[in-house]
């Protein structure tokens, strides 16, 4: 059982560079999340999917793109990167229940030169 | 916009001290309040959460004190130890257009040995 699989790990890109985070659960939850980290601000929400075949914006959601593809599999694109989106990314996931916690990958650590 | 005040942004402590780590949010259809414990390189786990009916939730080391009427809660580890040095987030969640969780800014304690 490996919970939430993120790769890849980390990732250095110029600006102007696309790429694609990819995430996978295996705990059958209907809801997944992109959160971003960054030092003192907490984690802010990207995009999340409620359930397979929604999608809806996130407190941050300039200059990313997500596809839910099927149930497991929730992935985050960067259509051109920024300095400004160098950043710790999270997926998460959870039940559709307001008292289910998150359960967090590993994250990506990403820089944009 | 939704927010969670957290504080302080960093605490250190005495290995067998206590640790406390305040929160406050202002939206009143938030109704689960989990803290997650974050290690270096890894993400956020949830530590232990509450619901706002319940004035305190203890488990082992780790209380939740929770007042309603001041849209504030706080975490306290007792007998605090080494191995509790880690991140922690506050965090709030409701059905305030669909299931968001949103976190505080974060506190990074270190116990001293």
């Known amino acids: 059982n490996a919970g939430v699989t993120q790769t890849p790990k980390f990732q250095v890109l110029k600006t102007g560079q696309s790429m694609t985070l990819q995430c996978a659960q295996d705990?059958?939850?209907?809801?997944m999340y992109w959160y971003r980290q960054d030092p003192g601000m907490g984690l802010r929400l990207i995009y999340y999917?409620?359930?397979?075949?929604?999608?809806d914006k996130g407190e941050v959601p300039n200059g990313y793109n997500v596809s839910r593809l099927n149930k497991r599999e929730f992935s985050l694109r960067l259509e051109s990167a920024a300095p400004s989106q160098t950043s710790v990314y999270f997926c998460?996931?959870?039940?559709?229940?307001?008292?289910?916690?998150?359960?967090f990958g590993n994250g990506t650590r990403l820089t944009v030169t | 916009q939704q927010q969670v005040k957290q504080s302080p942004q960093s605490l250190i402590v005495q290995k067998g001290g206590i640790s406390i780590i305040n929160c406050a949010y202002e939206?009143?259809?938030?109704?689960?309040f989990p803290w997650y414990q974050q290690f270096p390189g890894k993400g956020p786990a949830l530590l232990i959460a509450?619901?706002?009916?319940?004035s305190e939730k203890k488990e082992g080391r780790f209380t939740i004190s929770f007042n309603k009427s001041a849209k504030q809660f706080s975490l306290h580890i007792m007998d605090s130890q080494p191995g509790d040095s880690a991140t922690y987030f506050c965090?709030?969640?409701?059905?305030?257009?669909?299931?968001?969780?949103?976190f505080g800014a974060g506190t990074r304690l270190f116990v001293k040995a």
């Open positions: 705990m059958n939850h209907n809801s």
């Open positions: 509450i619901r706002p009916d319940v």
């Open positions: 999917s409620a359930s397979e075949g929604t999608t």
């Open positions: 998460a996931s959870s039940q559709v229940r307001g008292d289910s916690p998150l359960h």
């Open positions: 965090a709030a969640q409701g059905n305030t257009g669909g299931f968001k969780t949103i």
């Open positions: 939206n009143t259809a938030f109704d689960y």
